[in-house]
């Protein structure tokens, strides 16, 4: 009797390849290991021999970073989206983009359900699951991880056991999640708040004492709300993404040091390097600010935090992200323009904006004699501005 199918979202780590093992001994599935690439720099080829040698009946991997980096990243950079104020969100966005594949491969090769490695203490899972379900309310999901609690002793004893390759090399004592939009490192010293990140936790971005001592800039440009280009370069996408972040972290901006609150309800010490989103939201913060009218700027504001708490709790494939998304498109249409920032031993400044239909006017904003402001137009807008504060003051002799 031929088995059921199940797409199990394959990182080539030890964890998930046991996964694949237990998926297909116990839960008897056959099983597809599918990785798309974010940007985490793996081989391959080494890792569809692993998935294979895990026991997969099938390996897919897609290039993923210009679709992640044009789908995921940059709808996130329009909502200037940080979690917390903070976080910009590099492990949430790739999680639908990774379920996005999922479903798509199960539909594929007719499987009856999808898998995934996450924890029951974190986010991925809510996030796996709740796109699953906004995608495909059909499909199974298996969380194997989540049932068993399985150690990582428990993972190397398992895959001794069922000859699955254990890996050689020394573990990081941290917990790592990489892709365009950012690195995040957790567990190890950083659970200890009052423990600074040893250098060892980063990757990405140099410290201050080893930055460059002498400032870099950067020269981003935007179209229709969408960064496009960076020093006069046109880049695609993922390498804008890739570009702007190699000169931020050299010069050491990115590191996040962060007491989140997970889905879940638990405070966690979060440590990131993210240093190309938030200079791309720095820069195209800059551009939204000199483009768009006040009233909107403020409205948008409040829109951006409740998109980045939607990114953040799973709620990617939502009716409510995407007519926030087309808020955002809408008003992206007059975001286009020029923003410098500089750069220097951790620290990152605007400098300079320029935009092809600016509101800044400078007849409207200068002390000089070019003032062409109606001063006198000023008393009277005034006056009505504060009619209820003045009728409500009068009847109760003022507010102290
Ligand atoms: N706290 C971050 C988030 O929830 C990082 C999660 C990283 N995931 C991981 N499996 N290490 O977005």
């Given at each position: 009797?031929s088995?059921?199918k199940v797409?199990?979202?394959?990182s080539?780590?030890?964890d998930?390849?046991?996964?694949v093992?237990i998926?297909?001994?116990e839960y008897?599935?056959?099983?597809?290991a599918?990785?798309?690439?974010?940007g985490?720099a793996?081989?391959?080829?080494k890792?569809r021999?692993?998935?294979r040698?895990?026991?997969?009946?099938a390996?897919?991997i897609?290039?993923?970073k210009e679709?992640?980096a044009r789908d995921f990243?940059f709808?996130?950079?329009q909502?200037?989206?940080?979690?917390?104020?903070?976080?910009?969100?590099?492990?949430?966005l790739s999680?639908?983009?990774?379920?996005?594949?999922?479903?798509?491969?199960a539909r594929?090769h007719?499987a009856a359900?999808?898998?995934?490695?996450?924890?029951g203490?974190?986010?991925d899972?809510?996030?796996?699951?709740l796109?699953v379900?906004?995608m495909?309310?059909?499909?199974?999901i298996l969380?194997?991880?989540?049932e068993?609690?399985?150690?990582?002793?428990?993972?190397?004893?398992y895959a001794a056991k069922?000859?699955?390759?254990v890996?050689?090399t020394?573990?990081?004592?941290?917990?790592i999640?990489e892709?365009?939009w950012g690195?995040?490192i957790?567990?190890?010293?950083l659970?200890?708040?009052m423990?600074e990140?040893p250098?060892?936790a980063?990757?990405?971005?140099?410290?201050?004492?080893?930055?460059?001592?002498?400032p870099?800039?950067?020269?981003?440009g935007f179209?229709k709300?969408?960064?496009?280009?960076?020093n006069g370069?046109?880049l695609?996408?993922?390498n804008?993404?890739i570009?702007?972040g190699?000169?931020?972290?050299?010069?050491?901006?990115?590191?996040?040091?962060?007491?989140e609150?997970?889905?879940?309800?638990?405070k966690?010490?979060?440590t990131?390097?993210?240093p190309?989103?938030v200079a791309l939201?720095?820069?195209r913060k800059?551009?939204?600010?000199?483009t768009?009218?006040g009233d909107?700027?403020?409205l948008k504001?409040?829109?951006d935090?409740?998109f980045?708490?939607?990114?953040?709790?799973?709620?990617?494939?939502?009716?409510l992200?995407l007519a926030?998304?087309?808020?955002?498109?809408?008003?992206?249409?007059?975001v286009s323009g020029?923003?410098v920032?500089?750069?220097?031993?951790?620290?990152?400044?605007?400098v300079?904006r320029?935009?092809q239909h600016p509101?800044?006017n400078h007849?409207l904003?200068?002390?000089?004699?070019?003032?062409?402001?109606?001063?006198?137009?000023?008393e009277?807008?005034?006056?009505l501005l504060?009619?209820q504060?003045?009728?409500?003051?009068r009847?109760?002799?003022?507010v102290?």
């Amino acid at each position: 009797m031929s088995r059921d199918k199940v797409v199990l979202a394959y990182s080539g780590g030890l964890d998930t390849s046991v996964l694949v093992r237990i998926l297909s001994d116990e839960y008897g599935y056959d099983v597809i290991a599918c990785h798309a690439d974010v940007g985490e720099a793996k081989d391959h080829e080494k890792l569809r021999a692993k998935a294979r040698q895990a026991g997969a009946v099938a390996c897919e991997i897609v290039d993923a970073k210009e679709e992640f980096a044009r789908d995921f990243c940059f709808p996130a950079l329009q909502a200037n989206a940080l979690y917390q104020g903070v976080y910009p969100l590099s492990a949430a966005l790739s999680r639908p983009l990774i379920a996005r594949h999922l479903v798509a491969s199960a539909r594929k090769h007719g499987a009856a359900a999808v898998a995934h490695g996450a924890t029951g203490k974190g986010n991925d899972q809510v996030r796996f699951d709740l796109a699953v379900k906004g995608m495909a309310p059909d499909l199974k999901i298996l969380a194997p991880q989540r049932e068993r609690n399985i150690t990582r002793d428990a993972a190397m004893e398992y895959a001794a056991k069922h000859g699955i390759e254990v890996p050689t090399t020394k573990k990081s004592p941290f917990s790592i999640d990489e892709n365009l939009w950012g690195r995040s490192i957790e567990g190890g010293v950083l659970e200890d708040p009052m423990q600074e990140p040893p250098e060892a936790a980063f990757a990405w971005t140099k410290s201050i004492e080893d930055a460059p001592a002498a400032p870099a800039y950067l020269k981003i440009g935007f179209e229709k709300g969408l960064p496009v280009s960076l020093n006069g370069e046109r880049l695609s996408p993922a390498n804008v993404i890739i570009k702007t972040g190699a000169i931020a972290g050299e010069n050491g901006v990115g590191r996040i040091d962060l007491i989140e609150d997970r889905v879940v309800g638990i405070k966690s010490r979060e440590t990131y390097e993210c240093p190309a989103a938030v200079a791309l939201i720095c820069a195209r913060k800059e551009i939204e600010r000199f483009t768009v009218t006040g009233d909107a700027l403020r409205l948008k504001a409040l829109l951006d935090q409740r998109f980045a708490e939607l990114a953040y709790d799973g709620f990617w494939y939502s009716p409510l992200r995407l007519a926030i998304q087309s808020f955002n498109d809408s008003l992206s249409q007059s975001v286009s323009g020029e923003t410098v920032l500089k750069l220097y031993r951790g620290s990152m400044r605007v400098v300079g904006r320029s935009a092809q239909h600016p509101l800044y006017n400078h007849a409207l904003s200068t002390y000089g004699v070019e003032d062409r402001f109606d001063h006198r137009a000023a008393e009277g807008f005034i006056k009505l501005l504060g009619l209820q504060l003045q009728e409500f003051s009068r009847q109760h002799g003022g507010v102290q």
